[in-house]
């Protein structure tokens, strides 16, 4: 992506505007307002909730005293807003079921596209933005940020570099826990036709990895999996009754499964008190009626080249992380990550995400947070390959992609930034994968005329 296009004041900045001011959006208007502010300035948000824009103007504000906010648009204004501010990229961090109506309305009116994964949510979605692509010939690029992650950067050297061979199988557990998998099931997610379920809004990043490490395409899938620990049936069969609708000015017994918002200032700023102006709950208890998407799903994904791929996900895990084996011709690579060993309870019954805040009877019934990556060829003995060590989010992932997004992808043999066919090849098998789930059939991806080649 180029950065050389003139902005205001004789400048050379890129011009970007920030589709959808929620959480995820900080990160991006964080790196532009910090480490990126000399290749990039934001000139506009597009948002429809008046108190989520305020509080990234002050974000703005204490970055750059003086100048001016960010100009705001509604969504309907899009294409005025890129030409009125004279944007050049559109940073999508939107909910995902309305991805590809800006993502082609963006292009179509000229702007290229940063998208926060997942691509879209459907077929539909997917072919819209491939068309809006194809036609214009704006750049898209999608925000993979687990491919920086240096632990996954190294299975990926590994199987690259031929050590175990030619791929014959992989099987990839993701867990998440009851902090962080729970809240999938308080927000918007909780909707199967606004995220397209945790197939498409979680796992296509997993996916994405798959479709990277081994460099090829997924051609057929098949997946099951229901709604077995949520919602309101599971509850009621677990004794769980009588829960209240949401988790901020929740009384009584405290409930580790209850979100205040009034507990993290930023969440309390940015839905608690936007509520008045679109009526979106960001706290509905996870174990209310409404929920349409799976919470344990495994899915079984055969590739071109003739690898299987045996992939699990559970949401309600005590501990949080992955474990990836990959099977070849030559020997076998296991990579371990505990990303959280534990959510324990603290003395006043809420979550503590840090045992070592918290008093233990045993220090070793906690599992420790940590990385392995391990490489064994037949008939020799195991070797354990050293991970760079990474700071900040996502095992330093997130710095190194912004870097390659605000400034484009240097040379990088691994093949790290991800573009179009990239963003089409991850959320096809959680597309096909939700097709499965309905037909109790494999899905071809072929079928489905995306043009993954």
């Known amino acids: 992506m180029a950065h050389t296009t003139g902005g205001t004041g004789g400048t050379d900045l890129r011009r970007y505007a920030v589709v959808g001011t929620g959480h995820r959006a900080q990160m991006y208007i964080e790196a532009l307002l910090g480490p990126h502010a000399d290749v990039g300035e934001i000139a506009a948000w597009c948002e429809p909730n008046p108190a989520r824009a305020a509080y990234y103007d002050e974000l703005v504000a204490a970055a750059r005293p003086g100048a001016d906010a960010p100009a705001r648009y509604e969504p309907d204004q899009l294409e005025k807003m890129i030409d ?17 109506d800006v993502v082609a309305r963006a292009m179509a009116a000229g702007a290229d596209v940063v998208l926060e994964k997942p691509m879209t949510t459907d077929l539909a979605g997917t072919r819209r933005i491939v068309d809006a692509a194809e036609r214009t010939g704006r750049s898209i690029v999608l925000t993979f940020n687990y491919r920086y992650s240096p632990r996954n950067s190294a299975l990926k050297e590994v199987i690259a570099s031929g050590e175990i061979g030619e791929v014959t199988s992989v099987h990839f557990e993701w867990v998440l826990d009851t902090m962080h998998g729970a809240d999938y099931f308080r927000r918007w997610h909780r909707r199967k036709d606004l995220s397209g379920g945790l197939l498409v809004h979680k796992a296509s990043h997993h996916f994405d990895l798959v479709n990277w490490w081994l460099a090829d395409l997924p051609s057929r899938v098949y997946a099951s999996g229901a709604l077995r620990f949520y919602g309101a049936a599971n ?5 769980l009754i009588r829960r209240p609708a949401r988790g901020t000015g929740r009384t009584g017994r405290p409930d580790p499964f209850s979100l205040d918002l009034r507990d993290d200032p930023r969440l309390e700023r940015l839905y608690l008190q936007a509520e008045e102006h679109d009526g979106y709950l960001r706290d509905r208890d996870v174990f209310t009626s409404g929920i349409t998407i799976e919470d344990n799903l495994a899915v079984v994904v055969d590739y071109a080249r003739g690898a299987t791929l045996t992939y699990s996900l559970n949401a309600h895990s005590p501990w949080e992380g992955y474990r990836v084996s990959v099977n070849g011709t030559g020997g076998r690579a296991e990579l371990e990550v505990v990303e959280r060993g534990a959510v324990v309870l603290g003395k006043d019954g809420r979550p503590v995400l840090d045992p070592s805040l918290v008093e233990a009877d045993d220090d070793d019934a906690v599992r420790p947070r940590g990385q392995r990556l391990v ?3 037949h008939w020799g003995a195991a070797r354990e390959v050293e991970i760079p060590e990474g700071s900040g989010a996502h095992g330093g992932g997130d710095d190194r992609m912004l870097a390659d997004v605000f400034r484009g992808p240097g040379h990088d043999p691994l093949g790290r930034a991800a573009g179009l066919l990239d963003g089409v090849r991850s959320v096809v098998v959680g597309i096909a994968g939700n097709t499965s789930l309905e037909t109790g059939l ?6 489905l005329r995306l043009g993954l080649a």
């Open 235 to 239: 509850a009621r069969r677990r004794g």
């Open 375 to 377: 490489v064994q060829q």
């Open 84 to 100: 009125v501010e004279g944007v050049q990229t559109v940073v999508v961090t939107s909910p995902d079921h309305t991805h590809a």
């Open 442 to 447: 494999p899905v071809r991806t072929a079928d």
